[in-house]
């Protein structure tokens, strides 16, 4: 932690990716999945970012969740290089500075509703644990899931699962939250409560979201559009 | 907390699978623990044997080279009065000893009148003997040796010179009667007719009568009468023809000394025998006085011991590498498949901030359960088996023992622990092993595999 970029500190964008490649091999074949990516994002914006199926979506969600690097380019994320971090400092990182909301939830089954927000915390040294279970509380009456508070997981509805996901996400105050098509395995009706859950954590905790969709409901209704195409960004 | 919570709640969803693992290190646990209490019936048996039966105590004094010498050079190689008191002087400052008794061996010629067989004999202190056949953990663990085969203990049985014969000395020499109080002896009228005259063979066998022959201490021959008290097995095949026991006193006046073999020494805690001996050889050259300390397990003194011993173990490290090698294959087969078909949870673990070791700690609680309830089961399980088998009454006889013995299985407490430890040290370290090889793969690895 703490490889600061100065230029970037300089610079109005919060999140920066600067000429970003990355290429998989599949078989005999080379992917480019991504192929040099220039963006920026601003605090507390509400972006999603769209594109065809196999366009890069995920890949560029990875670099920004520090799961993938960049072959070359450069990710940086509140004025940090994380190109530059070691894995330990990465997974620090992640868990102190983003959230993240996936497809299929990936909520621990065998876990309550309470235990699962809590995860992220207790190896967080930012919060003291006298504050964690208050912070819990609140958000889990932020997602409305109260009643199920104790119930374990997989006794959960898809929409309650991925406001357990949207919970965990937040609990940490995460400076950006990636969601990867969260609102892909719900309903539409679940689909309209999950955005408005989304939209009011945007709102109330400032907090940035860049969320890959297909979704027009949440197309909607976001600040900014990203569109992608064959590794490239096209608006 | 939540880690611990998460790794057992994730052990009872895939209690199916974990069943056939649990199994595997139950049954293993059950067969060491078996294996051990085996081991142990023998030690103690073997042990107290040594200790107690053939009368060497925890630690014996010889003369220099006594132990291989007494018997051929008993003038030069036995503890003369002399020696016999300072080393008692000694014995008595030693911490933790209860007993003390002298021991003379000798050997030389038995007849019933008629013919003679070659015998060896050891001497020693009816109240050590006395004492010795009171003590529980020589009835609990060598009762069948204990027991006569006919007749009584020799402070049962005065007055007079008495004897007690092995079974196959016994045998050799026609003899079959021991000496009761309404014994009594027909006047000897031919020699001729007592030995091949009519009846002669139930004659010489209902008469409890022998007559010993020996080299004295100082070169000469004595010979001395004497009454069989009662005959005895030895426990060992090799010695049952020759064996010969006989109150100290009988066998210095037949061997014409005052002297003795060795002086044992018998502690309240045989554990301490090798620290016991330290002393005493400190306190032997503090007194400038030169004399062999012996242990009782050394090869020489307790080969039997020692050698079933060896045996015995180097089986139980073979059997403990089969049983491992399952246990440790059961659990990779069972942590691989967990960490395979988890590692989706693995790494949204990771992606939440979770670092390699804390997904191990997860594995580490799974695999401790695990381990805790399959040594809990197979304890249980070695224990009920021990309990049947002890109660089953299974006797055979060990290759070249003379008795047959009871086949028991009887674990110490230190052998469970020994096997419980050594168990799931295994369970852990492969669970631990498995987990680690498999989830220090990448987070995005993780999350995109699909089980």
Same mark, same amino acid.
């Given at each position: ?235 | ?27 293993? @646990?059950?067969?060491?623990? *078996? ?19 053939? %009368? ?7 003369? !220099? $080279? %006594?132990?291989?010498? $007494? ?7 036995? &503890? ?42 050891? *001497? ?24 006569? @085969? ?62 010993? =022959?020996?080299?004295?201490?100082? *070169?000469?021959? $004595? ?56 002393? &005493? ?33 180097? =089986? ?21 498949? $967990? ?7 693995? *790494?949204?673990? !990771? ?19 695990? %381990? @805790?309830?399959?040594? &809990?089961?197979?304890?249980? =399980? ?25 086949? &028991?299985?009887?674990?110490? =407490? ?38």
């Amino acid at each position: 932690m703490g490889v600061v970029n100065e230029a970037n500190q300089a610079s109005e964008a919060f999140v920066a990716l600067e000429g970003v490649h990355r290429s998989y091999q599949l078989g005999e074949a080379r992917v480019e999945a991504l192929r040099g990516i220039d963006l920026q994002l601003r605090k507390s914006e509400f972006t999603a970012i769209l594109g065809a199926s196999g366009s890069g979506k995920s890949t560029l969600l990875n670099m920004l969740g520090c799961v993938d690097v960049p072959d070359s380019g450069r990710v940086l994320i509140d004025g940090v290089d994380i190109q530059r971090l070691s894995e330990n400092a990465k997974s620090k990182f992640r868990n102190e500075r983003l959230g993240f909301i996936f497809q299929s939830f990936n909520i621990l089954a065998v876990l309550s509703v309470y235990d699962n927000i809590m995860l992220p915390l207790l190896i967080n040294p930012l919060i003291p644990t006298s504050q964690r279970h208050q912070r819990v509380m609140d958000l889990i009456a932020d997602v409305g899931l109260e009643p199920q508070t104790h119930s374990l997981s997989n006794k959960l509805s898809g929409g309650q699962r991925q406001r357990v996901a949207i919970a965990r996400a937040l609990v940490t105050d995460p400076v950006l939250v990636l969601a990867d098509e969260p609102t892909a395995n719900l309903d539409s009706e679940t689909t309209q409560q999950i955005i408005e859950v989304m939209l009011k954590m945007n709102a109330k905790r400032g907090v940035t979201f860049f969320f890959s969709t297909h979704d027009e409901k949440l197309i909607r209704q976001v600040n900014r559009v990203v569109r992608i195409k064959d590794g490239r960004i096209v608006t | 907390m939540i880690l611990a919570k998460f790794g057992l709640r994730n052990f009872w969803l895939q209690r199916q699978r974990n069943l056939f693992a649990l199994t595997a290190i139950a049954v293993g @646990v059950t067969g060491l623990i *078996g294996i051990g209490g085996y081991i142990d019936r023998w030690e103690h048996t073997l042990r107290t044997d040594s200790i107690y039966l053939r %009368g060497q105590g925890m630690v014996s004094i010889y003369r !220099k $080279n %006594g132990w291989l010498m $007494n018997r051929s050079q008993p003038k030069k190689f036995t &503890l003369t009065r002399a020696d016999q008191e300072q080393i008692y002087a000694i014995v008595q400052k030693l911490p933790g000893v209860e007993r003390v008794g002298s021991v003379l061996n000798g050997s030389g010629l038995i007849s019933n009148g008629c013919q003679s067989q070659p015998f060896e004999i050891r *001497g020693y202190d009816l109240d050590v003997d006395q004492w010795m056949r009171e003590r529980p953990i020589v009835r609990q663990w060598c009762g069948k040796l204990l027991q006569f @085969v006919r007749g009584r203990s020799f402070a049962l049985t005065s007055p007079g010179p008495l004897v007690g014969i092995a079974t196959g000395l016994a045998s050799l020499i026609g003899k079959s009667a021991v000496k009761t109080p309404s014994t009594h002896t027909e006047p000897l009228t031919s020699l001729s007719e007592y030995c091949r005259g009519p009846g002669a063979a139930q004659r010489i066998a209902e008469d409890p009568n022998v007559q010993l =022959m020996a080299m004295t201490a100082s *070169g000469h021959f $004595n010979a001395a009468d004497a009454d069989i008290a009662h005959v005895f097995r030895t426990g060992s095949k090799v010695n049952e023809d020759t064996q010969l026991t006989a109150p100290l006193s009988l066998v210095q006046d037949l061997l014409q000394t005052d002297r003795v073999s060795s002086i044992a020494i018998y502690l309240e805690d045989y554990r301490r025998s090798d620290q016991v001996a330290q002393l &005493l050889r400190q306190s032997l050259a503090q007194a400038r006085l030169d004399y062999d300390v012996h242990v009782w397990n050394e090869r020489k003194l307790s080969p039997i011991y020692t050698g079933l011993m060896n045996f015995l173990h180097a =089986m139980a490290l073979f059997c403990a590498l089969l049983i491992g090698s399952v246990v440790v294959l059961a659990v990779v087969n069972l942590t691989t498949m $967990n960490v395979l078909q988890r590692s989706r949870e693995l *790494g949204t673990l !990771k992606a939440l901030g979770y670092g390699s070791g804390a997904l191990l700690q997860i594995f580490c609680v799974e695999a401790a359960a695990l %381990g @805790v309830l399959g040594c &809990l089961v197979g304890t249980v =399980m070695a224990k009920a088996l021990a309990v049947g088998i002890s109660h089953a009454g299974i006797q055979f006889t060990p290759p070249g023992s003379s008795v047959a013995q009871d086949f &028991l299985v009887a674990p110490d =407490m230190a052998t469970i622990a020994m096997v419980v430890a050594f168990v799931l040290s295994l369970v852990l370290a492969s669970a631990t092993g498995t987990a680690w090889s498999l989830g220090r793969r990448s987070c995005l690895d993780l999350l995109t595999h699909n089980a």
